[in-house]
């Protein structure tokens, strides 16, 4: 598994007099921290961080051993986030410590991911409501002060399949709206049935003030594919006061989908969510695809990324607000979201369902990456390019290789891998390379009549 390399200015450490201090990959030179104060509610924010952590170091296909225990923290406007991958990529963590939850400042943008290694595990399973939990996160220094003795943190690169995952999460959880809301009393008698064990996907229907689970999707169903991916859940409800469910709109017959799973008190929000079955990673779900086809996308998001880094230092919302870059780039609101597409599969952009919006992640911007991590598209631009394609009507014909593909309406394609996903896990390069000649085309006959 390649990886991608950060440069930070040291190493994170927990020390008695000065805190657990978090390293940047970003933030002003004269801002050293950005963000140092006490989280008010301590023992919440450790057993969240805990459970953000323990989602990292977990397999939940084909179990191994641990391999990342590195969640990634970014400090922005008025909260702190933290977030992780299972080893096997198909649940994403988060812990937004909200505005509520912090006493202190946050002076800058940035983001690191934290070595969470066993002295620092024990640490924070000994902070108590009482005790007090400070936090400094800086590009030297990342400090919790704890009653605990000194820790040292050694920073590590963050694995390239993070970033994948990231920029699959953001486009599908996008699509999602809220679809049921328990109070804490039936979140946990529904989450303490849960076995660690089970990876079967079912579906939830909303009835009464709870859910019930049932083996077949309906309309108004929430699929809750490998209901023991959310075990990491149980030791935050203790916190928690009300379990929120987000998911697309489902119907009979439907396959499974992702969903997220939501516990919340208000001081933090600790979210789990789940790929659509228990064997795929989000890294592998292609929805980024159709956004990253466009030629134009590098491009835009080159812009739209200096418009973020610029707007960082006044920014207030805790969300990315598209149509103010739309205004302020000249671009339509559709080319910034693929621009957000573009730069979410570089780690910088992430979604957050329970406020509807993108949010930023201060973290550095390859293009060309984005072509090295995503070869269903490296192979669409090759075809595209190499003049494979001929479009004929609503039929295409794709040459690949000694083979000769048939795309219709540049979805559905006689090649293998449609015959096996069925465009649940993006398009084919066939039908993606048909869709860039379709666009090139188009482009070509506007110019002419412009």
């Known amino acids: 598994m390649s990886n991608a390399a950060y440069a930070y200015l040291g190493s994170s450490s927990l020390a008695p007099d000065a805190g657990l201090t978090l390293q940047t990959s970003g933030g002003p030179a004269d801002n050293p921290r950005f963000f140092t104060g006490f989280l008010t509610a ?34 922005g406007s008025d909260r702190l986030r933290f977030e992780s991958f299972s080893g096997c990529c198909g649940v994403y963590a988060r812990l937004d410590v909200l505005p509520s939850g912090i006493d202190g400042e ?15 595990q024990r640490a924070l399973s000994r902070i108590g409501q009482a005790d007090p939990m400070h936090l400094a996160v800086g590009p030297d220094d990342l400090t919790v002060t704890t009653f605990d003795g000194p820790i040292v943190e050694r920073k590590v690169p963050l694995p390239t399949r993070w970033l994948r995952g990231f920029a699959e999460a953001q486009v599908l959880t996008s699509g999602f709206d809220p679809r049921a809301e328990l109070g804490i009393t039936e979140a946990r008698a529904l989450l303490t049935r849960l076995s660690a064990g089970d990876r079967s996907v079912v579906w939830a229907l909303p009835a009464g003030r709870g859910l019930r689970i049932t083996s077949r999707p309906v309309p108004g169903a929430i699929c809750l594919p ?10 935050f409800l203790r ?39 228990p064997h795929r990673g989000f890294s592998g779900e292609g929805a980024v695809l159709e956004a990253l086809a466009a030629d134009e996308v590098a491009d835009d998001a080159e812009l739209v990324s200096a418009l973020l880094s610029w707007a960082e230092l006044s920014q207030k919302s805790a969300t990315i607000d598209v149509d103010a870059l739309a205004t302020a780039s000249g671009l339509p609101a559709a080319r ?36 090295r991590m995503n070869p269903r598209l490296v192979g669409a631009r090759a075809l595209a390019e190499s003049g494979a394609v001929t479009v004929e009507g609503e039929i295409a014909v794709v040459r690949s290789g000694d083979q000769t593909y048939r795309v219709r309406e540049a979805t559905s394609c006689t090649c293998p891998w449609w015959a096996k996903h069925r465009g649940e896990r993006g398009p084919c390069k066939h039908a993606l390379a048909v869709r860039m000649v379709t666009a090139g085309v188009e482009a070509e006959a506007v110019e002419v009549l412009a």
């Open 336 to 371: 910034v979201r693929d621009a957000l597409t573009q730069l979410g599969t570089a780690g910088r952009v992430g979604y957050d369902v329970a406020e509807a919006g993108h949010f930023h992640r201060t973290l550095p911007y390859d293009a060309a990456a984005v072509d």
């Open 42 to 75: 301590p023992a919440a924010a450790a057993s969240g961080l805990l459970a953000v952590a323990e989602v990292a170091r977990t397999r939940y296909f084909r179990p191994v051993s641990p391999a990342s225990l590195d969640p990634v923290v970014t400090a």
């Open 226 to 235: 490998g209901a023991g991916r959310l075990v990491a859940f149980k030791p």
């Open 239 to 277: 916190y928690a006061t009300r379990l929120r469910v987000y998911g697309p709109a489902v119907a009979a017959g439907s396959g499974p989908v992702a969903s997220t799973w939501e516990l919340s008190s208000p001081a933090m929000r600790l979210s789990l969510t789940l790929s659509p079955e």
């Open 106 to 120: 946050i002076v800058a943008h940035g983001t690191t991911n934290v070595d969470v290694n066993l002295p620092l």
